[in-house]
């Protein structure tokens, strides 16, 4: 399985074995405080570690999480109050981490979401015409439609957004500017975040508190990754430059 995600309001679920498109997740509620209409366009994707959830940060500061196995949207986590660049699973499946252009790192407790998700979409779907390209709402379509391709067009409309929603358990601040990037160590130990700032942080999820910045960088770091086995972690920048750090943990005496 492969996750996409895109400016076009759209998450995709693909199948790796034929490269066939099984689930295309549209976005078409958003809206900022006043209600207005604001840009829904999806900045990354994540799955978690078994499989079951697509995670999904937007520019409408919403992070939007879905089944993967029905294309179902399971919840909305709202706090953020920018875009949000970055989403990473903990390795244990057991929280989210969101990154900001408001400078903070949120954490989600996934053992408070709701996977029942909505009730059957309420019956609102986008169907695809193929005589024309153009998509139509549908007041009392199946639950779920397929496209021109046979993939499945799932879409947040109608989402009850009365449902009890997932813990948002800590906010993590200390960033001077936008986090770009976010990852989590396969130890669970430490929560990695690249900034605007240029620096890269470490954070305890334990007590929230930062406890190192790694510095070099000249400029934004947008991409971070962490090695399989932990000890390694890579940057890359704005700077034109990626570097491969090392880190370990030193036990208290």
């Not at 903070?104 to 986008?126: C, H, I, M, S, Y």
């Not at 160590?185 to 999820?205: A, H, L, Y």
Request: aromatic fraction near 6%; hydrophobic fraction near 35%.
């Amino acid at each position: 399985m492969l996750v996409s995600g895109s400016g076009d309001k759209t998450a995709r679920i693909w199948d790796m074995n034929v490269g066939n498109c099984l689930f295309h997740l549209m976005i078409e509620e958003s809206g900022g405080a006043d209600s207005s209409p604001v840009d829904a366009g999806v900045t990354s994707v994540c799955v978690s570690p078994d499989g079951s959830l697509l995670a999904a940060g937007s520019l409408d500061t919403v992070v939007r999480l879905w089944d993967t196995s029905n294309g179902q949207l399971l919840d909305k986590l709202k706090g953020h109050k920018d875009s949000v660049y970055s989403v990473a699973f903990s390795p244990d499946g057991k929280f989210l981490v969101s990154g900001s252009l408001d400078k903070t790192l949120k954490l989600w407790d996934l053992a408070t979401l709701n996977r029942e998700g909505n009730p059957p979409f309420n019956g609102l779907v986008k169907k695809e015409d193929p005589a024309n390209s153009a998509s139509s709402s549908l007041p009392n379509p199946p639950a779920i439609e397929r496209g021109e391709n046979g993939e499945k067009i799932t879409s947040d409309r109608g989402f009850d957004s009365s449902r009890p929603s997932t813990t948002c358990t800590t906010t993590l601040i200390g960033h001077k500017d936008y986090v770009l990037s976010v990852a989590v160590s396969p130890d669970g130990e430490w929560i990695m975040s690249g900034s605007k700032d240029r620096g890269v942080q470490f954070w305890d999820p334990k007590t929230a508190m930062p406890q190192f910045m790694l510095q070099g960088h000249k400029n934004s770091v947008i991409s971070i990754a962490v090695s399989e086995s932990g000890g390694l972690l890579a940057t890359g920048s704005g700077d034109w430059h990626a570097r491969i750090w090392s880190y370990e943990r030193i036990a208290k005496k």
